[in-house]
C-alpha cells in the first residue's frame, strides 16, 4: 500500500461534491484582512484611533498569537490527507476498543499543536476514519497540552499545578471518549460514515517500510501537499476566524476590569469563568497567561482549568466544525453535555468548594 493514494482517494469525504459559495468565509476573510492589515498601516498612518485603532490591534496580535499553530495545522491535515486510513485506525487502535480511547488521548496529549491546529487535525482523523469517541478524546486531551504550553505553564503557575491539570484533562478526555463510543454503539449519536475496516493481518511497519523506500522526494508533492491541506482546513479556518473576530470585539467593548473582581474561587466565580470561556475565543497561547492570572491573582485553581477546558467543550469554533465534519447538531451540542458536568465537577474539588 503505497503512501499517495489515488486522487479519488484524497478527495473522499463524507461531503457533497456539489459546490457552493461560502459567502461567510469570504466576509470573515475581508473582515480579517482589514483588521489585520488595517493595524499595519495604523501604525504608520494613523488614520482611525480609539476603538477601531484598539479592535485592529485585538485581532493583529491573537492572529499571530493563532498563526503558528494554523500553519502546523494546515500541514498536518495536507499530511494526513495523503495518509491511507488504514494507516491511521491502525495507530489510533481499532474504533470501540478501550485501548483505542487511551491512544487518541495519548496523541492529543503529545501532539505539539495549538487548539486551532489540533482542530483542523481532529476533524480530518474523524474524516479517516476515526471513531467519535477517539476524535473527541484526541480533541478534548490536546488544545493546552502541547509541549512549549506546558514549559510555559510550568514558569507562570508551577510544576505540581501543571502536571494535575494535564493529568485531570487526559482523564477527562478517556471518559468522555468512552461515553461518546457507547452513544455512538448505541445509535444516541449518528455513527461515522468515514468507518474503516482494517484486516486482521495489517502491518503497519511493513506498510511504512515500503512506502518509505518507494517514497521520492519532489517539490511539486511538497506544493500538492501543502495546496490540499489549506483546502480541506477551508471550513475550519472559517470558523477560526470568526471566532477572532468575534473574541476581538469582546475584549474591546466589554471591561476587563470584570475579570479581576468577580472571578475568584466560589461557586458564583467558577460560573463565571464558565460564561466568559464560553463568549471568549481564545487560543491555547492566548488562554495559558489568563489561566495563570485566575490562579495567581485569583487564588482560584478551579477556576483555571475550567477557563482552559470549558474553552475547549463551549467553544463555538469547535461546536461549529464539529456540525460542519459531522453533518450533525446533535454530536456537536453534546460536545458540551457530556464534558462540561465534568470540568466543573474537578473545578470546584480544585477550589476546596467540595
Known sequence: MGCCPSEKQVVESCHPTKSRKDYLYFLVLVLGSVFYFGHLLNESLSFVSGSVAHLFHSFYELFNLMFLGLVFGVVFVGILSF????????????????????????SGLLLDLCSHGILMVGMKLYERGASLGQTMAFLIASPWNSWSLTII?????????????????????????????YFEKTGILPKNPNHVDLP????????????????????????????????ESKMILKWILFGGILSSVIQVFVDQGIFQEYFGPSLFGLGATLIVTTLLEVCSEGATPLAADLINRAAAPGNAFTFLMAGVSTDYTEILALHETT????????LPLVTVPQVLLVGLILNGTI
Do not use: H, M, Q
Open 83 to 106: 495518509v491511507p486510513r488504514e494507516y491511521v485506525i491502525s495507530v489510533l487502535g481499532r474504533p470501540g476498543k478501550k485501548t483505542s480511547i487511551l491512544k487518541a488521548t495519548l
Open 153 to 181: 505553564l510550568v514558569s507562570l503557575i508551577g510544576l505540581k499545578w501543571t502536571i494535575s491539570f494535564i493529568l485531570l484533562s487526559g482523564v477527562i478526555a478517556i471518559l468522555s471518549g468512552f461515553i461518546f463510543d
Open 200 to 231: 486482521d493481518d495489517f502491518n503497519l511497519w511493513e506498510n511504512l517500510k515500503g512506502d518509505f523506500k518507494n517514497y521520492r522526494f519532489s517539490w511539486k508533492g511538497i506544493f500538492r501537499l501543502i495546496l490540499t491541506g489549506i483546502k
Open 327 to 334: 453533518r450533525s447538531w446533535k454530536i456537536a451540542f453534546f
